[in-house]
């Protein structure tokens, strides 16, 4: 099992900043891409930003230029650094790691794994 941990949410005014961090933890063998998902009330959930080894990262037209997603593929860590909040923003913010795991012996199988998800909130 890959198991990923969020934290850094919470609430924050219009204008203001938040932080998202995401680590993965588990007999992990290689990433793939590493990502971050919103789902808002209501809505589904959504792709915010995303990044697979080796590529540039893609971005979701609503945060473009407010939002930089940070990859560390030694660390098996994503962070999101968002600016410039909007109440539009507010939602449940989940973190996306997908590679392959390590079995026991010389197995190895794909994993596909979610964050437990962390709320923002952004006030007018």
């Known amino acids: 099992q890959v198991q990923l941990v969020e934290s850094g949410g919470g609430l924050v005014q219009v204008g203001g900043s938040l932080r998202l961090s995401c680590a993965a933890s588990g007999r992990i063998f290689s990433i793939d891409r590493m990502g971050w998902y919103r789902q808002a009330p209501g809505k589904q959930r959504e792709l915010v930003a995303a990044?697979?080894?080796?590529?540039?990262?893609v971005y979701a037209d609503f945060v473009k230029g407010r939002f930089t997603i940070a990859t560390d593929y030694a660390k098996n860590t994503v962070n999101l650094q968002m600016n410039s909040l909007k109440p539009e923003d507010t939602a449940v913010y989940y973190c996306?790691?997908?590679?392959?795991?390590?079995?026991?012996?010389?197995?190895?199988?794909?994993?596909?794994?979610w964050g437990q998800g962390t709320q923002v909130a952004v006030s007018p």
């Open positions: 990044r697979s080894s080796g590529d540039s990262p």
């Open positions: 996306n790691i997908a590679g392959t795991r390590q079995r026991m012996g010389a197995s190895r199988s794909a994993f596909d794994s």
